[in-house]
Protein backbone atom coordinates (compact mmCIF):
# COMPACT_ATOMS: atom_id res chain seq x y z
CA UNK A 1 0.00 0.00 0.00
CA UNK A 2 1.33 3.60 -1.22
CA UNK A 3 1.64 6.46 1.32
CA UNK A 4 2.64 9.63 0.80
CA UNK A 5 2.73 12.42 3.67
CA UNK A 6 3.41 15.84 3.20
CA UNK A 7 4.66 18.12 5.77
CA UNK A 8 6.52 21.83 5.06
CA UNK A 9 3.73 24.25 4.91
CA UNK A 10 3.29 26.91 7.01
CA UNK A 11 2.45 30.31 6.51
CA UNK A 12 5.09 33.42 5.40
CA UNK A 13 5.15 36.29 4.17
CA UNK A 14 5.36 37.45 -0.08
CA UNK A 15 9.30 36.65 -1.07
CA UNK A 16 9.42 34.19 1.25
CA UNK A 17 10.28 30.54 1.09
CA UNK A 18 9.13 27.00 2.25
CA UNK A 19 10.45 23.39 1.65
CA UNK A 20 7.57 21.18 1.30
CA UNK A 21 8.64 17.34 1.72
CA UNK A 22 6.83 14.09 0.61
CA UNK A 23 8.09 11.39 2.75
CA UNK A 24 6.50 7.79 0.78
CA UNK A 25 6.47 4.41 1.74
CA UNK A 26 4.99 1.13 -0.06
CA UNK A 27 7.25 1.01 -2.99
CA UNK A 28 10.09 2.85 -4.39
CA UNK A 29 10.81 5.96 -5.45
CA UNK A 30 12.10 5.85 -8.67
CA UNK A 31 9.73 3.50 -10.05
CA UNK A 32 7.01 5.99 -9.57
CA UNK A 33 6.06 9.56 -11.38
CA UNK A 34 6.17 12.06 -9.10
CA UNK A 35 4.19 15.78 -8.93
CA UNK A 36 3.21 18.17 -6.46
CA UNK A 37 -0.06 19.90 -6.75
CA UNK A 38 -2.16 22.72 -5.47
CA UNK A 39 -5.96 23.36 -5.21
CA UNK A 40 -6.97 26.61 -4.15
CA UNK A 41 -10.95 26.82 -2.73
CA UNK A 42 -13.22 26.85 -5.28
CA UNK A 43 -10.91 25.75 -8.24
CA UNK A 44 -9.58 23.06 -9.54
CA UNK A 45 -6.60 21.11 -8.92
CA UNK A 46 -3.42 21.97 -10.67
CA UNK A 47 -0.12 20.72 -11.31
CA UNK A 48 3.00 22.63 -10.29
CA UNK A 49 5.74 20.59 -10.89
CA UNK A 50 6.68 16.68 -11.72
CA UNK A 51 9.24 14.36 -12.38
CA UNK A 52 8.63 11.93 -15.37
CA UNK A 53 9.50 8.29 -15.04
CA UNK A 54 9.78 7.63 -18.66
CA UNK A 55 12.65 10.30 -18.63
CA UNK A 56 13.56 11.69 -15.23
CA UNK A 57 12.69 14.84 -16.77
CA UNK A 58 10.97 17.94 -14.07
CA UNK A 59 8.16 19.93 -15.23
CA UNK A 60 6.69 23.03 -14.40
CA UNK A 61 3.86 24.92 -14.55
CA UNK A 62 4.52 28.16 -16.31
CA UNK A 63 3.78 30.50 -13.06
CA UNK A 64 6.42 28.85 -11.13
CA UNK A 65 9.06 28.50 -13.10
CA UNK A 66 12.32 29.67 -12.23
CA UNK A 67 10.58 30.02 -8.47
CA UNK A 68 9.90 26.14 -7.77
CA UNK A 69 12.44 23.42 -7.56
CA UNK A 70 11.23 19.53 -7.67
CA UNK A 71 13.61 17.14 -6.21
CA UNK A 72 14.13 13.59 -5.20
CA UNK A 73 15.83 11.87 -2.50
CA UNK A 74 15.33 8.09 -3.92
CA UNK A 75 17.48 6.99 -0.37
CA UNK A 76 15.22 8.33 1.41
CA UNK A 77 12.23 7.73 -0.75
CA UNK A 78 11.55 11.43 -0.57
CA UNK A 79 9.82 14.50 -2.82
CA UNK A 80 10.78 17.90 -2.11
CA UNK A 81 9.60 21.31 -3.35
CA UNK A 82 11.42 24.15 -2.52
CA UNK A 83 9.42 27.28 -3.51
CA UNK A 84 11.11 30.59 -3.13
CA UNK A 85 9.54 34.23 -4.06
CA UNK A 86 6.86 33.11 -2.79
CA UNK A 87 3.46 35.20 -3.97
CA UNK A 88 -0.17 35.75 -1.86
CA UNK A 89 -1.09 33.81 -5.32
CA UNK A 90 1.18 30.96 -4.51
CA UNK A 91 -1.39 30.09 -1.38
CA UNK A 92 -3.57 27.06 -1.51
CA UNK A 93 -3.23 23.34 0.09
CA UNK A 94 -0.16 21.45 -1.86
CA UNK A 95 -0.49 17.25 -2.56
CA UNK A 96 2.00 15.19 -2.99
CA UNK A 97 1.25 12.69 -5.27
CA UNK A 98 2.64 9.21 -7.28
CA UNK A 99 1.70 6.66 -9.93
CA UNK A 100 3.20 3.83 -11.36
CA UNK A 101 2.56 4.72 -14.78
CA UNK A 102 4.93 5.95 -17.79
CA UNK A 103 4.38 9.64 -19.49
CA UNK A 104 6.74 11.66 -20.97
CA UNK A 105 4.77 14.76 -21.81
CA UNK A 106 4.57 17.69 -19.85
CA UNK A 107 0.48 17.79 -20.16
CA UNK A 108 0.08 14.03 -18.96
CA UNK A 109 2.76 15.03 -16.39
CA UNK A 110 0.96 17.82 -14.64
CA UNK A 111 -2.07 16.29 -15.14
CA UNK A 112 -4.11 15.43 -12.01
CA UNK A 113 -6.40 12.71 -13.00
CA UNK A 114 -3.27 10.38 -13.91
CA UNK A 115 -2.65 9.91 -10.12
CA UNK A 116 -3.57 7.54 -8.14
CA UNK A 117 -2.02 7.73 -4.94
CA UNK A 118 -2.10 11.06 -2.99
CA UNK A 119 -1.25 12.27 0.28
CA UNK A 120 -3.51 14.23 2.83
CA UNK A 121 -1.81 17.64 1.87
CA UNK A 122 -0.06 20.46 3.53
CA UNK A 123 -1.80 24.27 3.64
CA UNK A 124 1.03 27.05 2.23
CA UNK A 125 -0.33 30.60 2.97
CA UNK A 126 1.66 33.66 1.66
CA UNK A 127 0.69 37.16 2.47
CA UNK A 128 1.14 40.16 0.93
Known amino acids: QVQLVESGGGSVQAGGSLRLSCAASGYTG ?28 TYYTDSVKG ?40 SDVLNHMNYNYWGQGTQVTVSS
Open 30 to 57: RGYCMGWFRQRPGKEREGVAGISRGNGR
Open 67 to 106: RFTISQDSAKNTLYLQMDSLKPEDSAMYYCAADPRIWWEY
